[in-house]
């Protein structure tokens, strides 16, 4: 069994930049997929991004795309997210994921199989 756990959530403001971090345990890190999702108050959870087992490929929600970026490393078993140029709509509690099985493409459609308890981002305007 694949253990998750977030850290980097906390409070910024509109325009500010966070950085998350997930550190992988229990299995092989670099067999999975690893990404990203969120969900704000009072909505249902979506996609924001995932990054592909060999680190070859990732995938953004378009209301993310050129703002955020995935990334991971390895040799620490850890995947990251960069936030830059939040907005109060990226306001979520943010959950990483992994799935060995699941392509990567269809994280937008299919939710994977682990998951993280998430991390808060605030961001006030």
């Known amino acids: 069994q694949v253990q998750l756990v977030e850290s980097g959530g906390g409070l910024v403001q509109a325009g500010g930049s966070l950085k998350l971090s997930c550190v992988v345990s229990g299995r092989t890190f670099t067999s999975y997929n690893m990404g990203w999702f969120r969900q704000a108050p009072g909505k249902e959870r979506e996609f924001v991004t995932v990054i592909k087992w060999d680190g070859d490929s990732t995938y953004y929600a378009d209301s993310v795309k050129g703002r955020f970026t995935i990334s991971r490393d390895s040799a620490e078993n850890e995947v990251y997210l960069q936030m830059n140029k939040l907005l109060p709509e990226d306001t979520a509690v943010y959950y990483c994921?992994?799935?060995?099985?699941?392509?990567?493409?269809?994280?937008?459609?299919?939710?994977?199989?682990?998951w993280g308890k998430g991390t808060l981002v605030t961001v006030s305007s």
């Open positions: 994921a992994a799935d060995d099985l699941l392509e990567a493409s269809m994280w937008p459609e299919i939710a994977p199989a682990h």
